[in-house]
Structures are given as structure tokens and as C-alpha cells.
């Protein structure tokens, strides 16, 4: 797969998509990296299950940061 990585541009590697998802995060991606992220999600099995827990504990750490605020007042 790697011959074929370095033929295709837009091909990523489960490695580098996990990567992606996590800088996703903390930053906008170029549109390089975004296309590249779809188009291995597209064809991934195992990488959009790890997308949606890493949205899933985005969600309840968000939830849990306003957990004290509804009651300190």
C-alpha cells in the first residue's frame, strides 16, 4: 500500500488520518488535508469509528466543563 500511498497524493494512511483527526481539533485544516481525510474515510472502515468516539469525548468533556456552571449560581 505504501507504493500506492506515494502514487496518489490525496492517499493517507490510518496513521496519518488518526493525526488528521486530532489536529482537527485544535486547528483549521488545509484543504489538502481535508479532501485527503475524506477520501480515506470513504474507504476506511476503522478510522470513522475512531472520528466518532474522539467526537464523542469532544462532546462530554464539553459537557463536563459546564457541569458546575448551571449550579453555581
Keep these: 500500500m505504501n507504493a500506492l500511498m506515494k502514487k496518489l497524493p490525496l492517499m ?23 479532501l485527503a481525510l475524506r477520501v480515506h474515510m470513504a474507504i476506511c472502515k476503522a478510522c470513522p469509528t475512531f472520528e466518532r468516539q474522539v467526537l464523542t469525548m ?7 466543563r459546564n457541569y458546575g456552571a ?4
Excluded: F, G, Y
Excluded at 58 to 64: E, S, T, V, Y
Excluded at 70 to 73: A, G, L, R, T, V
Design 12 to 34: 493517507r494512511s490510518c496513521k496519518e488520518v488518526t493525526a488528521l483527526v486530532i489536529a482537527r481539533e485544535d486547528r483549521d485544516l488545509p484543504l489538502a488535508e481535508q
Design 58 to 64: 469532544r462532546h462530554a468533556m464539553k459537557q463536563w
Design 70 to 73: 448551571d449550579n453555581d449560581e
